[in-house]
Structures are given as structure tokens and as C-alpha cells.
């Protein structure tokens, strides 16, 4: 009976351990921290990619390579929230920090944007990849 019930578990073991994401190299999809001098630049949220949500409201861990991310504005001066979906193919150990970009101020269209990235130290050691 003991051996019954110890498969399942080991089932779940072995699911839980395959979904990880930080098992093999992976990329960071998140909003950009830092505030844009450029008053044309705004913030956004990361939604979802690859109509997965994200994980946490900040960022989302991912595979390397194509994917479609989705992210939102909020509200705004008279604007409601919005959503925009766009490509961006990602490389591995590497986080990509995204925002907007609005046509104009006194409008309600804008684009994402992949405004910086930076290497991940620690996924590369992990991984031992060149740096």
C-alpha cells in the first residue's frame, strides 16, 4: 500500500522538477525600474508572453528565443489602460527591459519598446556560458 501511494508523489516530484524555469538558460522579460528623462517614455507591465501571464506583475522568466509579449499601460490623463502585443526574440542569460513609448503626449497611441538588457551573471555561471 505504502508503494501506491509513494508513485504519485514521485510523479509530482518529477513535474514540478521539468517546470522550473531556472533549470537551463533562461531570459527576463520585465518593466523597466527606471524612470525615462524623456517624458514621451512611460511605464508599462508585463502581462503575459506567449499567452502564458506572467508570473509575477513585474517580469516574466522565459525560455530563450521567439515570443510574443504582452503588456499594459495603465490609465492615464483621461485615457484608459491599454494592452499591445509585440515580437521579441530573446537570447539566453539575458534580461530585457521594456517600456513604452507614446506618439505623442497629448494621445492615446503608443508602442512597446525594449528600451536597455543586461547579461545575468548568475545564469551564466550557472550555465557556464561565455560571457
Given at each position: 500500500?505504502?508503494?501506491?501511494l509513494?508513485l504519485?508523489?514521485?510523479?509530482?516530484a518529477?513535474?514540478c522538477?521539468?517546470?522550473?524555469?531556472?533549470?537551463?538558460?533562461?531570459?527576463?522579460?520585465?518593466?523597466?525600474?527606471?524612470?525615462?528623462?524623456?517624458?514621451?517614455?512611460?511605464?508599462?507591465?508585463?502581462?503575459?508572453?506567449d499567452?502564458r501571464?506572467?508570473?509575477?506583475?513585474?517580469h516574466?522568466?522565459?525560455?530563450?528565443?521567439?515570443?510574443e509579449?504582452?503588456?499594459?499601460v495603465?490609465p492615464?490623463?483621461?485615457?484608459?489602460?491599454?494592452?499591445?502585443?509585440?515580437?521579441?526574440?530573446?537570447e539566453?542569460?539575458?534580461?530585457?527591459?521594456?517600456?513604452a513609448r507614446?506618439?505623442?503626449?497629448?494621445g492615446?497611441?503608443?508602442?512597446?519598446v525594449?528600451r536597455?538588457s543586461?547579461r545575468?551573471?548568475e545564469?551564466?555561471?550557472?550555465f557556464?556560458?561565455?560571457k
Open positions: 500500500m505504502k508503494a501506491s509513494a504519485p508523489f514521485l510523479l509530482l518529477g513535474a522538477a521539468t517546470t522550473n524555469p531556472y533549470a537551463q538558460p533562461y531570459s527576463i522579460i520585465e518593466d523597466d525600474p527606471i524612470r525615462s528623462a524623456d517624458p514621451n517614455v512611460i511605464h508599462v507591465l508585463v502581462n503575459r508572453v499567452d501571464n506572467a508570473t509575477d506583475v513585474h516574466a522568466v522565459v525560455a530563450p528565443g521567439p515570443h509579449v504582452t503588456v499594459d495603465g492615464r490623463r483621461g485615457w484608459p489602460s491599454s494592452q499591445h502585443t509585440f515580437p521579441l526574440t530573446t539566453p542569460c539575458r534580461r530585457y527591459y521594456v517600456s507614446l506618439d505623442n503626449r497629448v492615446a497611441e503608443w508602442t512597446p525594449v536597455s543586461d545575468i551573471a545564469c551564466e555561471a550557472k557556464a556560458m561565455a
